[in-house]
C-alpha cells in the first residue's frame, strides 16, 4: 500500500519474551522456505485460504494450526479490531537478505502490512525508498510497500517478525496520522503495553471476501484511474504515450460496463468478461512495457496484477 512516508511507528508495545516463547514452540519443519526461494527467507502461515499452509490471496481466510496453539499471538492480531488477511511469521536467516523489491497485486495495493519484531537487534536494517531504519523487539511498525524495500540481516542471528495485513478501519489510520514518522518531529504519543491475559477469549476478525468473482464496473475504472495517476507521476513517460493506454483502457471499462448490465457475476458471463479482458491485456501490453511507475518499476506489472488479472476470479466461486 502506498503511504504518505515510507516508515511509521505505532504507538503500541508487546510482550516480547510471550512472543518469543510462543514462537519458540515451532520447530524447523514447520518453516516454509520463500516461494521464490530467496535464500535465507522462510515463513509459518497464520491465517491464509482455507487455514492451510499455502501461499494464496485470493478466497475466504482462516486461521491455521500454528495460530491456533499460540494465544497471544492471537490476542496481538485482535487488539487491533480490524479485519485481518493472510498474515505469517517471517523469518530472515543470519547473513541474509529480502531483495529489494515492491510489492505489485491486487491484495497489496489495498492493504499495509504490520510488522511486531519479535527476534531482532540493531544489526537489522530495513530500507524503503531512500529511508531506513531498525525496528526494535516488540515494536510496532508499517511502511510503504509500493516503494522498493529490501531488509539486510548483517548479524550472526536469526531476525523473526510477525507480519499481518490488513486494510485498516477509520480508527487504525487515525491512529496511523498520530504515529511517529522517525525523521520528523512527530506528535508526542504515550505507547500502549498490550499484555498476555491467560484467561482472556480471543475474537480475530479474519478476511471472508477478498476478491470479487468478476470486478464491479465502479472498481475497474478506479483502478483504471489509480494506473494512469501512476503513469503521470512518472515523469520519464510521454503524454502521449500515456493518452493511448488512457483511451485503450477507457474503451475496456465502457465495454466491461456493458457486460455488468447483462450479467452481473453469474458464470454465464465469464467467458464474455474473459474474451475482453484477454483482448485489451493483448493490445495494451507492448505500450504498458515501455512505460513506468512512479516507484521506477514498469507499467505492465501493474497492468497485469491490478487490473487485468483480478477483473475475473471465478476461482473464488463459493
Known amino acids: 500500500m502506498k503511504l504518505v512516508h515510507e516508515f511509521y511507528k505505532l504507538p503500541f508495545v508487546f510482550d516480547i519474551s510471550r512472543l518469543q516463547q510462543e514462537v519458540n514452540q515451532f520447530n524447523e519443519s514447520d518453516w516454509q522456505p520463500h516461494h521464490e526461494n530467496f535464500k535465507g527467507n522462510f515463513a509459518i502461515p497464520l491465517i491464509s485460504v482455507g487455514g492451510s499452509n499455502n501461499n494464496q490471496f ?187 493506454i488512457k483511451n485503450q483502457l477507457r474503451g475496456f471499462s465502457q465495454d466491461w460496463t456493458q457486460l455488468w448490465a447483462l450479467y452481473g457475476s453469474s458464470e454465464s458471463g465469464w467467458q464474455h468478461y474473459h474474451n475482453l479482458r484477454d483482448t485489451t491485456f493483448h493490445n495494451a501490453k507492448h505500450l504498458a512495457n515501455s512505460l513506468k511507475l512512479s516507484n521506477g518499476e514498469n507499467a505492465l506489472l501493474m497492468l497485469i496484477h491490478c487490473i487485468i488479472d483480478p477483473a475475473l476470479s471465478p476461482d473464488v466461486k463459493t
Not at 190 to 200: C, K, R, V, W, Y
Not at 232 to 241: M, P, V
Request: net charge negative; hydrophobic share 35%.
Open 58 to 244: 485470493k478466497g475466504a481466510m482462516a486461521s491455521t494450526k500454528a495460530l491456533e496453539t499460540s494465544p497471544y499471538l492471537q490476542q496481538v492480531i485482535a487488539s487491533f479490531g480490524d479485519v485481518f488477511g493472510r498474515s505469517r511469521l517471517m523469518r530472515l536467516d543470519p547473513n541474509c537478505e529480502v531483495p529489494l523489491h515492491f510489492d505489485i497485486n491486487y491484495h497489496w495495493y489495498n492493504r499495509v502490512r504490520i510488522h511486531i519484531p519479535i527476534f531482532t537487534n540493531t544489526d537489522v536494517t530495513f530500507y524503503c525508498g531512500d529511508k531506513k531504519t531498525h525496528m526494535a523487539e516488540g515494536e510496532c511498525w508499517i511502511f510503504d510497500s509500493w516503494k522498493n524495500h529490501k531488509v539486510v540481516n548483517a548479524s550472526e542471528k536469526t531476525r523473526i517478525h510477525l507480519v499481518i495485513d490488513t486494510t485498516g478501519s477509520r480508527d487504525f489510520w487515525n491512529t496511523v496520522d498520530k504515529s511517529t514518522v522517525p525523521w520528523l518531529e512527530s506528535p508526542v504519543n504515550n505507547e500502549q503495553l498490550i499484555p498476555f491475559s491467560p484467561t482472556h477469549n480471543t475474537n480475530i476478525k479474519i478476511e471472508k471476501y477478498n476478491a470479487p468473482i468478476v470486478m464491479p464496473p465502479g472498481e475497474v475504472n478506479h483502478m483504471i484511474s489509480e494506473f494512469i495517476n501512476e503513469l503521470t507521476s512518472a515523469q520519464e513517460n510521454q503524454l502521449t504515450e500515456i493518452d493511448k
